[in-house]
């Protein structure tokens, strides 16, 4: 049997433990939220990222070229070109084989065909 003394300080204690675990929670809570929010701006970043790559796949810069590597027997496709610093940039294309460096290639030769036509007076 325990004494009332006992009896108290057992509570205190268990009092302590949950007044912990509570503020531990209450603690995760935010940190989820800041997480949350922080994953949002991450999406929203990364969204804006994914249509400026779109805005420059559709318009190809002058004097660029496709470059075919070999890598571990594989052929890939990379457009480079030079920027403003002069510093060769390269943006992945894929396989020759893949919808996403066919429809490169053909929006590619499309601006290429504009360009000329443009300089001939087309």
Not at 4 to 19: F, G, P, T
Request: glycine share 4%; net charge positive.
């Amino acid at each position: 049997m325990l004494t009332d003394r006992e009896v108290k300080r057992i509570e205190a204690l268990e009092s302590r433990v949950w007044k912990r675990i509570s503020d531990t929670v209450e603690k995760a809570h935010k940190a989820i939220k800041t997480l949350n929010f922080t994953i949002m701006a991450l999406c929203q970043h990364m969204e804006s990222i994914e249509l400026r790559i779109l805005e420059l796949l559709k318009e190809p810069r002058r004097g660029g070229w496709i470059e075919r590597k070999r890598i571990k027997g594989q052929v890939y496709l990379y457009y480079r070109w030079r920027d403003e610093t002069g510093r060769v940039r390269s943006k992945y294309l894929g396989k020759p084989d893949s919808e996403r460096a066919k429809a490169a290639l053909a929006m590619i030769k499309s601006a290429e065909r504009r360009s000329i036509r443009n300089y001939l007076g087309y």
